[in-house]
């Protein structure tokens, strides 16, 4: 019986969990980029690793929305909202480092930051919660 659960887990349930690596990366980008802020490194370089950072995100909610659709999540429409959110709040924190304001870019990264952290203990973790009970529930066939 175990042995059932703990292969279920490998299946639909280890695909869930495959995000946590990806937050974790989604994290690092927005403090690489919040630390070479605070360096005060050149505009090339912040734009870098913004760019890094907005791609890896947008493939990432994108991915999340596949799996919402894919699993009919209940939840989708708040969920994808959260993700625009947090995009639009990306979008902000690059008009503000092109416009060279460090301070307000710093402080919209902070927000973002909070956002982010928020969404993925939350969120998320009501999505990976549901796709395991999905993938155990679909095991028994
Ligand atoms: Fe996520
Ligand atoms: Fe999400």
């Known amino acids: 019986m175990e042995r059932d659960d703990q292969r ?3 299946g639909h349930g280890g695909k869930a969990n495959d995000f946590d690596g990806e937050h974790e990366l ?8 919040r630390a070479a802020v605070a360096r005060g490194d050149d505009k090339a370089t912040l734009a870098g690793l913004f760019d890094n950072l907005i791609e890896f995100t947008t493939v990432h909610f994108m991915s999340e929305q596949v799996l919402m659709r894919f699993y009919s999540y209940p939840g989708f429409d708040a969920h994808q909202q959260e993700h625009d959110q947090v995009l639009e709040q990306l979008d902000e924190m690059d008009a503000r480092f092109r416009a060279g304001d460090e301070a307000m870019t710093a402080a919209v990264a902070d927000h ?3 956002l982010l952290v928020e969404h993925i203990g939350r969120a998320d973790q009501a999505l990976a919660t549901f796709i395991g009970q999905q993938a155990t529930a679909g095991a028994g066939e």
């Open 112 to 114: 973002v930051q909070r």
């Open 8 to 10: 279920a887990d490998d």
């Open 26 to 33: 989604q994290i690092r980008m927005l403090n690489a980029f």
